[in-house]
């Protein structure tokens, strides 16, 4: 089926972007994760716009824009505070390391372009008028919960190996199954996978892992032999929900973190030894605690009530200011003032000492 007029509610500010390319003369469709979303009943932010315009007359109609890959003619414009990825129609030629097309040439043909894309379902088009467009039957393949490629599959994956992260990745978060050519292709062609950065697997890896059926993409990984090609270990991985907590399980030591990721992760490792008394929950925080506290299959509401009946969260919650302290000790700051103050902070905690100024003061004359 071709064209099915299924009218829908679509935002006003979209419906402008594509009638502004359609009034200089050249055909415009949004493309991609919006039409599938929609489709589907899910809110989407992803608007990609497929259109005969060229680059430099994208620029000429849009005021605000930055030139995402004029390459592979994509133009990134800011249109009523959204990001739209506008892509002049084209076909792939040749492609460069199994990843990046090299070689294209822009055609006016809407079915031309989108037979160089990856999925079927994400072929759906939707027009200026909010009706589908739908040249190669990808809401089929939505109905039947089912991901193939546009084309031969072999030839698909050889061009870029990113798409088998990427068929892990929507089987995962749609809850999808991989079409039988496409499992084949996946498993003849999966060593191409070592060839992408760590930078882009972890980026899909991190979708997977987000996922709340993160599961079913670790057992896809794994049944497709992924997982030496991905560098992660994969042997034993508890279902746990967050995506710290799936790096601590897998990571190998091949990937790079952001300080505040490798921060948490080394923290949670460090706790996977520790017993989870109140210093320990004090020092690490209730994030980090819980994110432990589902590895090691402790009770994550006495963890967190635990945590919450902690007479102090921080130093900051200590009722006397250091200068105070300095004052009832008549001694000038120094670096005496930091044991004192993590001696306070010790017995607040042990419940050995209150929170309150007359209990501290007292405690700090006498001893």
């Not at 932010?45 to 390459?71: G, L, Q, R």
């Not at 899909?204 to 599961?215: G, P, Q, T, V």
């Not at 017995?347 to 501290?360: A, V, Y």
């Amino acid at each position: 089926m071709c064209y099915a007029y299924y009218v829908i509610d679509m935002d006003k500010d979209i419906v402008k972007v594509l009638r502004k390319l359609e009034d200089k003369g050249y055909i415009a469709y949004l493309v991609g994760g919006y039409p599938r979303d929609l489709y589907m009943g899910n809110i989407s932010c992803d608007y990609d716009i497929c259109t005969s315009a060229k680059p430099k007359e994208i620029k000429s109609i849009f005021s605000k824009y930055i030139v995402s890959s004029e390459h592979y003619g994509c133009v990134t414009i800011f249109y009523h505070n959204k990001r739209y990825e506008i892509t002049t129609l084209r076909k792939d030629i040749t492609y460069f390391n199994n990843r990046f097309p090299v070689s294209l040439k822009y055609v006016k043909d809407l079915k031309t372009d989108l037979l160089r894309r990856d999925f079927k379902m994400n072929t759906i088009c939707i027009n200026s008028d909010g009706e589908y467009v739908d040249l190669l039957n990808g809401r089929e393949d939505i109905d039947n919960k089912i991901i193939r490629v546009v084309g031969d599959s072999d030839k698909k994956i050889r061009e870029d190996a990113l798409r088998i992260l990427r068929a892990v990745r929507f089987a995962t978060i749609l809850d999808f199954d991989l079409d039988d050519k496409l499992i084949m292709s996946i498993k003849k062609y999966k060593s191409l996978v070592k060839n992408l950065s760590y930078e882009r697997k972890k980026e899909e890896l991190d979708k997977i892992f987000a996922s709340s059926n993160a599961i079913k993409g670790i057992d896809l990984i794994k049944n497709l032999q992924l997982d030496k090609y991905l560098d992660i270990n994969i042997d034993s991985v508890k279902k746990v929900n967050n995506i710290i907590g799936y790096w601590v399980q897998v990571d190998t030591g091949k990937y790079r973190f952001t300080k505040y990721e490798g921060e948490q992760i080394n923290k949670v490792r460090e706790l996977m030894d520790l017993d989870m008394t109140n210093k320990i929950l004090y020092k690490y925080g209730l994030y980090v605690c819980l994110i432990a506290a589902d590895l090691k299959n402790l009770d994550i509401k006495d963890i967190t009530k635990r945590y919450n009946n902690l007479p102090i969260k921080s130093r900051k919650d200590i009722v006397l200011e250091p200068l105070e302290i300095c004052e009832i000790l008549n001694k000038k700051p120094g670096s005496w003032l930091n044991d004192i103050i993590k001696n306070i902070e010790d017995k607040i905690i042990d419940g050995e000492l209150k929170n309150d100024k007359i209990s501290l003061i007292d405690y700090l004359k006498n001893n």
